[in-house]
C-alpha cells in the first residue's frame, strides 16, 4: 500500500515536470505579445494598424518562420525593430505564438 501511494506522487510529480516547462513557455510568450504587440496587431492578431497585414491572415500564416523572425527583430517598414530589445528566444516563442493565432 504504501509502496503505491509513494510511486503514485513519483508519477504524478514526473508528469508535473514534463508537462511544465512548455506551458510556462507558451505563458511567456503570450505575454510579451500582450506587452509589446497586441497593441498595433490586436490580441487575436486580427488588427491591421498602419497598414500592417493581420497576423492571423493567410498572407503572414503563409511566411517562413524565417521571414517572421526577420521581421520582428530587423522590423519592417513602420513594424519596429525588436533585436536588443527581445533574445533570441523571445523572438522565436513570439513566431511559434503567432502560429496559434492562425484562424
Ligand atoms: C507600432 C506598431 C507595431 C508594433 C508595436 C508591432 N508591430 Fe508588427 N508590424 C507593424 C506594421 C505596421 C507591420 C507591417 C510592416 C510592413 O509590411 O510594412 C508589421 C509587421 C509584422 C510582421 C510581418 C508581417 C508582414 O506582413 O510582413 C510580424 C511577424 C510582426 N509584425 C510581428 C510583431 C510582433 C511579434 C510584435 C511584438 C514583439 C510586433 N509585431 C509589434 C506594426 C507593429
Redo the contacts with the bound molecule.
Keep these: 500500500m504504501r509502496t503505491s501511494w509513494l510511486q503514485r506522487i513519483a508519477l504524478f510529480s514526473l508528469i508535473l515536470a514534463l508537462a511544465l516547462p512548455p506551458l510556462a513557455a507558451a505563458q511567456s510568450a503570450a505575454d510579451?505579445?500582450k506587452a509589446?504587440?497586441a497593441?498595433?496587431?490586436g490580441a487575436d492578431g486580427s488588427k491591421s494598424?498602419?497598414?500592417?497585414?493581420p497576423?492571423n491572415g493567410p498572407?503572414?500564416q503563409g511566411?517562413s518562420d524565417a521571414?517572421?523572425n526577420a521581421?520582428?527583430t530587423d522590423g519592417?517598414?513602420?513594424?519596429?525593430a525588436?533585436k536588443g530589445k527581445?533574445t533570441d528566444a523571445q523572438?522565436k516563442d513570439?513566431?511559434a505564438?503567432?502560429r496559434t493565432l492562425k484562424k
Design positions: 510579451t505579445y509589446k504587440c497593441a498595433c496587431h494598424m498602419m497598414g500592417a497585414k497576423l498572407d503572414v511566411m521571414d517572421l521581421a520582428i519592417k517598414g513602420k513594424m519596429p525588436y527581445l523572438i513570439l513566431v505564438y503567432i
